[in-house]
């Protein structure tokens, strides 16, 4: 679910989903940062069943990347 | 290449004038010297002299003229002068002098000239001997085609990068050969784009591999357009990513046929033209995967353009000289058909990782090459310059 990736992504850096994009990253979310973007690979996990590698994680720098990323690991968000 | 010391021994230049009230009082005024023999014919008489004598530097003036503007010319540097007056020259005379070079030394880029000057009568009324260095030029704007009329061919401009080349340097005001490996719907496309907006088009396909249609395509850009005067070579073929180990010397060998074969044809073929108008351009594509670590699986397409970019370099120092420059643009990842392969991920990446956040566009690369094709660029040379949103 594409959604789901928001919800995630919300809960993790503690801002409305709804104030997410595709186009969000670090550089426009505060919260974004080196510790909770490892918060965030763990919860992607969880939330899609996935697992990720070290370059997965290197590679998660917005939003549609991340959504990319996932498909590429056959998360299925459609 | 025009030899800069032309001059031989025996070689001779001759200048006259008449020498009136105006070429006396004139010296007589700028000099100071105004000694009544030269200015005032009682007191000339009174000094025994039917008429008044002329100034003796106004015959100097004459080896001036000579020498600042016949022999050697504009870039003389008068080091020396011995001289000696024979007989008087009179107010009403002709004044003939003759320069004679007596010896030319190409090392050391100086003359020794005769100097002589003869009066109505062929009496010589002075002779003497002058040393004259011949100063290079060490920066030179050389006149130029005036941009308007300048001509550019842009090989593989059917589609991406080159198309947007074309377009731009046509609504600049040059006269645009496109081309592509065969008449496809998107050059006749590009083309239609051109004169529609007014330009001067034509759209010639041909093989950049094959160095005999190079050479008549460049043949037939001079013939419709009267000169070529710019080259951008964008023309590629299909890229595809493969490990290295995968990779045949003749995936290499066919993207080196079009980007260095090509570009060898082209200056084979453009750079006489150039040499004699003293003007050239060739701009070449290149690539970011240049300038740092190297995408994966791209070995062929690297290998390539790295052999395109050392042949940049080289040609740069070799055409310099003649008012020609040879650089490189290397984009990063730009959406266009030739990346079609390119997973989304790796596009999306690199625009993440790009300081500006986005993948170049086409047009980013028309507007740099655009630059290099200009006067403003006249000193850029050899260089390739990085398009990639930041540092590199």
Redesign the interface.
Known sequence: MQDRVLEVCAQVFGVPASSLTDDS?P?DIAGWDSLSHVQLIVALEEAFAVTLTPDDAM?M??V??IK??LT?RGAGLD | MTDDFPFTEGQTARASLVIDERVISAFAEFSGDRNPLHVDREAAESYGYARQVAHGVITLALVSRLIGMEIPGPGALWRGQEIEWLAPVFLGDRLEVRLTVRRASRAGRTLVLLTEAFNQDGRMVMKGEARVSVVEKISDRREVTPRENRVALVTGSSRGIGAAVALRLARSGMAVVINGRTMTDDLERVSQEISVAGGRVIAEPCDIADPRAVAALVDRATRVFGALDIVVHGASTPISTVPVQEVAFEDVKTLFDVYVGGALALLAAAVPGMRERKFGRFVVLGTSSLLGTPPAGNAAYVAAKSALWGLVRASAVDLGPHGITVNMVSPGLTVTQLVEHVPARVKELEARRSPMRRLATPADTASVVAFLTSDEASYVNGQNLPLVGGPV
């Open positions: 990253s550089d590679d720098l917005s549609r990347l990319l990323v590429e």
